[in-house]
């Protein structure tokens, strides 16, 4: 470990960025547009910018060996940082925020549940909610537009209330309204470095809160209803199996409350946001989708998908992995680092506020040519093979690693080859679309489409 002030640290060079002077503007921009100002700063300053944000100061860094150092080699020096320390106030100690012990325990107990195996188990049933999906979808052909970003948010929600507690959550519509409220408070206590008390009364505070008590009620209803403790199929059940042949004892409902909640969270609108981005992107690349097209027809055609035919979708596999190159639901990594540390050859002091960025890394000139180009053919397995493995990670990397993404994968993997085998859908003429980088990158306003059938 090195100290502040170590000749280790004054070995090293100085992070640039811009002074002082520009901590209020940096922070004005930030709330209107995240992105904008981190791409700026990287493209002004290189690949490790010192960025001074209202009373704070950020460290971005933007070059895959960050990322591996921070990520992977030296993970055991980072927490997880703004915004995530903020949505513990509303996600409690589940997977996603806890740290230490306590999520080694937690993270070796749920891994099983999640493990590949397992998840291909549930291909049956996310595939009949595709079917269903599809000819919900097909009713509404040449009729008023549908609102594919609240599709795919109803539609994951659906989809992990089967697979992970084998429970109807259409029957809850709150369920949405509420998770947005945790991300929209997630993201206010961010910006305001949590310091704005949770009990006064503006109005995004006060849906939060409604929001928690709300979340509580639907959680505690649906622990109490699934097969817990009962060994059932179920995710849930086996979790509580597992959890108490781990620590021989029943998982208390408020520990089972934050993790059913995080995982509900994380779950859904990652998955949704990049099913959204990738109609979005297949409607501006009509070749595209016409392979998509051509590859479910001949692999699946009207029969069920089967584990075998999955595995056979390799061109729909190169898309969704292009689209979430482009448009990573988890756009940012936040960390704080617990000891003074050197990334990159610049000095990090214990307890800096340090960012990776998916979105940026994975638009990174040096390691992407032309990054702005929808290209599926980059993740071709040849070409995947050249790629400097931390120059994409949509899911993470190191110890901290996604816990979902084979149920991620799977679940669009599915609905997109369902929905391009039978149907075609075009964004409303005019309508502009454009991100917003809340938790999950997602398309701003909803994403209005016209359904067609698949000539
Ligand atoms: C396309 C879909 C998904 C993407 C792109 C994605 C992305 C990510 C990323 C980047 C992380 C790492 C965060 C960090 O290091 O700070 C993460 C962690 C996590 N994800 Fe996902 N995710 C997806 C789907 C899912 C699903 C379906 C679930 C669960 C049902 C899930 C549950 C989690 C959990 C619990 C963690 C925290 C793991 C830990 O800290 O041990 N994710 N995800």
């Known amino acids: 470990m090195t100290t502040r002030n170590s000749p280790a640290l004054a ?10 002077a520009s901590a209020l503007p940096v922070l004005f921009k ?9 791409a700026w700063a990287a493209a002004e300053y290189g690949d490790a910018v010192r960025l001074p944000l209202g009373p704070k100061t950020l460290y971005f860094f933007n070059h895959p060996d960050h990322a591996k150092h921070v990520l992977a080699d030296n993970a055991d020096n980072y927490t997880k940082g703004l915004g995530m320390v903020h949505a513990r106030r509303a996600l409690g100690d589940g997977l996603l925020t806890s740290e230490g012990e306590l999520w080694r325990k937690q993270r070796k107990i749920i891994q099983p549940v999640f493990q590949a ?3 291909a188990g549930k ?16 009713s509404q052909a040449g009729k008023g537009p549908v609102d594919m970003r609240a599709e795919m948010t109803a539609f994951t929600l659906g989809v992990l209330g089967r697979t992970l507690i084998d429970a109807d959550l259409a029957e809850f519509d709150s369920l949405g309204e509420s998770f947005e409220a945790v991300q929209n408070q997630a993201m206010f206590d961010a910006i305001t470095m949590g310091k704005v008390p949770l009990w006064l009364p503006l109005p995004l505070q006060t849906r939060f809160r409604r929001a928690r008590r709300d979340l509580q009620r639907i959680v505690d209803r649906l622990a109490a209803g699934s097969k817990a403790g009962a060994a059932g199929d179920d995710f849930v059940s086996r979790m509580i199996e597992s959890m108490a042949r781990e620590t021989d004892q029943r998982l208390g409902r408020v520990h089972m409350r934050d993790e059913l909640v995080t995982l509900l969270l994380a779950g859904h609108e990652t998955t949704a946001s990049t099913l959204s981005w990738a109609f979005h992107l297949l409607d501006e690349h009509p070749m595209v989708w016409e392979r998509l097209h051509d590859e479910a027809v001949a692999v699946f055609g009207s029969g069920p998908l ?11 596999t190169q898309v969704l992995n292009e689209v979430i190159r482009m448009y ?24 800096s506020d340090v960012l990776l960025s998916p979105y940026l890394l994975h638009r990174h000139p040096a390691f992407w040519t032309s990054p702005e180009r929808f290209d599926p053919e980059r993740f071709t397995p040849a070409a995947s093979e050249r790629r400097n493995r931390y120059s994409y990670i949509p899911f993470g990397a190191g110890p901290r690693f996604c816990i979902g993404n084979n149920l991620g994968m799977m679940e669009a993997t599915v609905v997109l080859a369902t929905v ?36």
Do not use: C, N
């Open 11 to 20: 070995a090293v060079r100085q992070i640039p960025g811009p002074g002082r």
């Open 30 to 38: 930030m709330v209107r547009s995240r992105l904008d100002v981190m």
């Open 117 to 119: 195996k397992r998840i």
């Open 123 to 138: 291909l049956g049933a996310v595939s009949d909610e595709a079917e269903r999906l599809t000819r919900r979808l097909r």
């Open 306 to 316: 089967t584990t075998d035919s999955l595995h056979r979708l390799t061109y729909t």
């Open 328 to 351: 990573p639901p988890v756009w940012l990594l936040p960390r704080i680092a617990r000891a003074d540390d050197v990334i990159g050859g610049f000095p990090i002091a214990a307890g």
């Open 420 to 455: 391009a085998r039978d149907l075609r859908l075009t964004k409303v003429p005019g309508y502009k679309v454009s991100g917003e980088a809340m938790l999950t990158l997602r398309i701003r306003g909803g994403l209005p489409m016209t359904v067609h059938t698949a000539s």
